[in-house]
């Protein structure tokens, strides 16, 4: 047997094994998700909070914004408050400042420290156990003492102001970067208290018959007793240790590997004479989009970063009564997943025809329905979120076409499956066309079929944000949205870009077609090992069982192994630019690879790490840190890559018009320059900044105004600009290009002749 049929193997059972745990840990989440009762009670039997009351608030949540307006359990953004830890540090307060007003007849802050530390004991007693009760009819029931009810009842009328339009908290909404009156009816208010109240419950209350919360005693608050647990500190040691091992076995891997030469390149370039299809002409529009969509995305992400400093207002304009902090912030997230997959699927459908030869009737159609559909969908969704935020739906209304208040998966249920629908579409094209080549047997089969393998999985794997439905629980919702998230987006698109590359490069005569083959083979081999079950590191603090951090830690730790060597290809691929002299048409594609290979091994391994292992992450989730990998991982790897495939495929489409080189040096020099500015002067340092407050003072204080608006982290948000400026300059400078080519293309004829097709060489 071969290496290459080994190695074929070995992906499969790492595939096979990985979803067998994923979808394990995922039976344990259904069975030992936070309960939602049918009603919290007094001690008389009032019922406080109803079971409908609590998933009734959930939607008017999802309506407000969700997770693009603070966050729940640490998931969503970071100018607003983490809305679970708030919750239970001012429901702490008002117990302790009631219990000594009884007991004392003074404020809790006058007495002493030893009557302070008695009434702290009572405070843990009192919240976190769990008096969930079964009745024999099937009711669920919990109990709470009639101090904590009056505490309840305090934050509520806090939050009941708060999100209306009460003067009085004019000031803190603009702190938070909340319009005034976000939810207007007082009613769905009340109910959001219900769905706040729950998720600060879940993250108190302790497991049965166990010392630690549902959501594994986080927020970090040791007033309330929410400490780091054994697993937190036990499974960190364990994932550095796995660390070490996996980059020591992988560099020996490396050293032991036959290292041939690269293969002398042709005379003059492969892909120079090769004349573009129908389809693939009209693949070209996809890139225009995607470029206009990104330019969209950097004014958002300008004005969303704004609102940190001025909640309410873009530079004195009072701009968040027509585009709220919520609206921004959604539509630059998802923006960023639009125009990459764009551009993307864009080179899927440029590169299917070209392995295989092969032009299906009505592809070029089907090419322009799709891009009709995708335009449909961004524009509808968009539109459908802002008129949910601005609550012109009701409940129902809005999670069809409003604003399903999960970060990424935000778009509304009808849009969702419309997206869906057009990931289908796409598969269909892409299969049509590249059949043929499936049917070849070559060197490069293997990586052909890893390829349309990765295909299939980007068509299907969106699909799992629908196994969330209107009122799921969020333990369970959570589940599924990192499904999207994290093997849609950095599992499978990473698989289908290495397999793009790797078939590029044969192409060109930069590789040899057997050694690409068993790079993509073994290179996916290792991706997946740790990316697939290393989803899990999303849920440490989810309404997960333990057994999510044992599983998450390890294997988010195996996740950067093979970012660890990625320098080798950078070099690799920064040394091809120059491989023959015909290869300056590529130059700044290749320099695009290598700034991903460069973000790669900093934004997604090393600031990556910074939050993976359990102990860091338990302090850090929902931190300005995780905006710093965010960004650094997005946009410089998938970001960063998408350009230099969207640059390769435009090479082939173009034939000899003469390129502007200046715009795209100076798009690729901005671009890294400004990405690095943002990340290293602003959102790291702030991120550190709030790290040092949750250690002094809890988590619930690294997202206070008190620190998030502090003279320090206001000025770090202030240095964000120069960086701000240089990027977006290079997104206008990769415009400017974009134009200049549509205006050249239109002008004149490119002089190509057909010859040699992709497929033909591999």
């Known amino acids: 047997m071969n290496k290459n049929k080994l190695t074929v193997i070995a992906l499969l059972a790492v595939l096979i094994a990985s979803f067998t745990v994923l979808l394990s840990i995922g039976s344990d989440i259904y069975r030992e998700k936070p309960p939602i009762p049918t009603a919290y009670v007094s001690g008389s039997g009032e019922i406080i909070f109803s079971e409908n009351d609590i998933e009734q608030g959930q939607l008017v949540w999802r309506s407000m914004g969700g997770q693009q307006l603070g966050s729940v359990w640490g998931h969503g953004s970071y100018v607003a408050p983490d809305w679970t830890a708030d919750w239970l540090h001012r429901e702490a307060l008002a117990w302790l400042e009631i219990t000594a007003?009884?007991?004392?007849?003074?404020?809790?802050?006058a007495l002493n420290d030893e009557l302070q530390a008695g009434l702290e004991l009572a405070l843990r007693n009192d919240i976190r156990h769990n008096s969930v009760v079964t009745r024999a009819n099937g009711i669920t029931e919990v109990s709470l003492s009639d101090t904590r009810i009056k505490a309840i009842n305090q934050v509520a009328d806090h939050y009941l102001s708060l999100f209306g339009s009460d003067p009085a908290l004019a000031h803190l909404r603009e702190q938070y970067a909340m319009k005034e009156g976000t939810i207007p009816s007082l009613d769905h208010r009340e109910k959001l208290n219900a769905f706040l109240f729950w998720g600060a419950w879940a993250a108190i209350t302790e497991r049965p018959n166990e010392n630690y919360?549902?959501?594994?005693?986080?927020?970090?608050?040791?007033?309330?007793?929410?400490?780091?647990?054994?697993?937190?500190?036990?499974?960190s040691i364990l994932s550095i240790v796995t660390l070490i091992a996996g980059i020591g076995g992988l560099v020996w891997h490396h050293a032991a590997g036959k290292h041939e030469a690269l293969p002398e390149p042709a005379e003059q370039d492969p892909l120079f004479f090769t004349k573009a299809t129908k389809s693939q002409k009209a693949v070209g529009k996809y890139f225009v989009t995607a470029i206009a969509l990104f330019l969209l995305q950097i004014l958002l992400g300008g004005i969303t970063a704004h609102y940190?400093?001025?909640?309410?207002?873009?530079?004195?304009?009072?701009?968040?009564?027509?585009?709220?902090?919520?609206?921004?912030?959604?539509?630059?997230?998802q923006l960023a997943v639009f125009w990459i997959a764009t551009a993307w699927l864009g080179t899927g459908l440029y590169i299917a025809p070209a392995l295989s030869g092969h032009e299906p009737k009505f592809q070029r159609i089907g090419v322009n329905i799709l891009w009709v559909a995708l335009l449909i969908v961004v524009l509808g969704s968009m539109t459908g979120e802002w008129l949910g935020v601005q609550q012109y739906f009701d409940l129902d209304m809005n999670f069809l076409f409003g604003h399903q208040g999960y970060e990424y998966i935000d778009l509304g249920r009808v849009w969702q499956i419309l997206l869906l629908v057009g990931l289908l579409i796409w598969l269909v094209l892409v299969t049509a066309a590249i059949r043929p080549a499936l049917n070849k047997q070559g060197e490069m089969t293997p990586v052909i079929w890893v390829l349309y393998a990765s295909c299939i999985a980007i068509g299907l794997f969106y699909g799992a944000g629908l196994f969330m439905g209107k009122h799921t629980n969020l333990a369970i919702a959570e589940y599924w949205r990192w499904w999207v998230v994290h093997l849609w987006v950095e599992g499978f698109f990473e698989t289908f870009a290495t397999a793009v590359i790797a078939l590029m490069l044969v192409r060109l005569?930069?590789?040899?077609?057997?050694?690409?083959?068993?790079?993509?083979?073994f290179t996916t081999v290792v991706f997946l090992t740790g990316g697939l079950?290393?989803?899990?590191?999303?849920?440490?603090?989810?309404?997960?069982?333990?057994?999510?951090?044992?599983?998450?830690?390890i294997f988010s730790a195996l996740e950067v192994v093979p970012l660890a060597l990625i320098?080798?290809?950078?070099?690799?691929?920064?040394?091809?630019?120059?491989?023959?002299?015909?290869?300056?048409?590529?130059?700044?594609?290749?320099?695009?690879?290598v700034a991903t290979a460069f973000w790669n091994l900093v934004g997604a391994g090393v600031l990556g790490f910074l939050i993976n292992p359990p102990i860091s992450l338990y302090f850090i989730q929902g931190l300005n840190t995780t905006a710093t990998h965010?960004?650094?991982?997005?946009?410089?790897?998938?970001?960063?890559?998408?350009?230099?495939?969207?640059?390769?495929c435009l090479r082939g489409l173009t034939g000899n018009l003469e390129w502007n080189n200046q715009y795209l040096k100076g798009a690729f020099w901005t671009l890294n320059i400004g990405l690095a500015g943002m990340v290293f002067m602003s959102l790291l340092p702030v991120g550190l900044t709030q790290f040092f407050a949750v250690l002094e003072n809890g988590y619930w204080y690294g997202r206070s105004p008190e620190v998030i608006h502090s003279p320090l982290v206001e000025t770090l948000v202030w240095m964000r600009v120069p960086g701000d400026i240089v990027f977006a300059l290079g997104g206008m400078l990769l415009g400017l290009f974009l134009f200049d080519l549509l205006k050249k293309s239109l002008s004149s004829k490119p002089v190509t002749t057909a010859a040699g097709e992709l497929g033909a060489k591999v």
């Open 308 to 333: 940190a400093v001025e909640g309410q207002n873009f530079y004195g304009i009072p701009l968040s009564e027509i585009l709220p902090y919520s609206v921004t912030r959604t539509w630059h997230t």
């Open 533 to 553: 079950i290393g989803t899990l590191h999303h849920l440490y603090f989810t309404g997960a069982p333990t057994s999510v951090i044992a599983w998450g830690a």
């Open 101 to 109: 007003q009884q007991r004392y007849q003074q404020p809790f802050t």
């Open 509 to 521: 005569g930069l590789i040899r077609a057997r050694n690409a083959n068993a790079a993509v083979l």
């Open 630 to 648: 965010a960004h650094a991982a997005f946009m410089g790897v998938y970001g960063m890559l998408g350009i230099g495939l969207m640059l390769f």
């Open 567 to 593: 320098g080798f290809e950078a070099i690799e691929s920064y040394r091809m630019r120059g491989a023959a002299p015909w290869m300056i048409r590529y130059k700044w594609a290749i320099m695009f690879f």
């Open 213 to 235: 919360t549902y959501t594994n005693n986080w927020p970090f608050d040791p007033q309330l007793g929410n400490t780091p647990t054994s697993s937190n500190v036990v499974w």
